[in-house]
């Protein structure tokens, strides 16, 4: 296979990860599901590269500072990270486990308002630690 049909690559010093397909987007950045070169699933949050100003690299750094250094189980930790050098604009990005499916949409087909309040606690305790 060429270079031209495989998924895209990012690399840091001791990992691979292949890009398979975006699952999520925002303002400064997008989400892939990856995999490892151990062909374990991965998430890999980059930083859009014509969206990287010098504000938004900052707050990236933040973000990928702030996750290494919160333990929490309500907080998702940062498993690697690095510059994706071969591709345009050399993006940031960091590695974290993939979850499945999201809160909102978890929100969305629950009646029960004691897992409601349950999964709320949960974002709460999130929150708190990381004040």
Not at 70 to 83: A, E, F, K
């Amino acid at each position: 296979m060429d270079r031209a049909n495989q998924f895209p690559i990012v690399e840091t010093a001791f990992n691979r990860y292949e890009l398979l397909v975006q699952i999520g987007e925002g303002g400064a950045g997008r989400v892939w599901r990856a995999t490892d070169s151990t062909g374990t699933n991965v998430a890999v949050k980059m930083l859009a590269a014509e969206r990287a100003t010098t504000e938004r690299r900052k707050r990236f750094k933040n973000e990928i500072l702030f996750c290494e250094r919160v333990q929490h189980p309500n907080v998702v930790p940062v498993l690697d990270h690095g510059v994706a050098s071969a591709l345009t604009g050399a993006p940031p990005f960091y590695v974290m486990p993939l979850l499945e499916g999201s809160f909102r949409a978890r929100l969305a087909v629950t009646q029960d308002i004691v897992k409601l309040l349950k999964y709320f606690d949960q974002l709460l305790s999130g929150v708190e630690a990381a004040h």
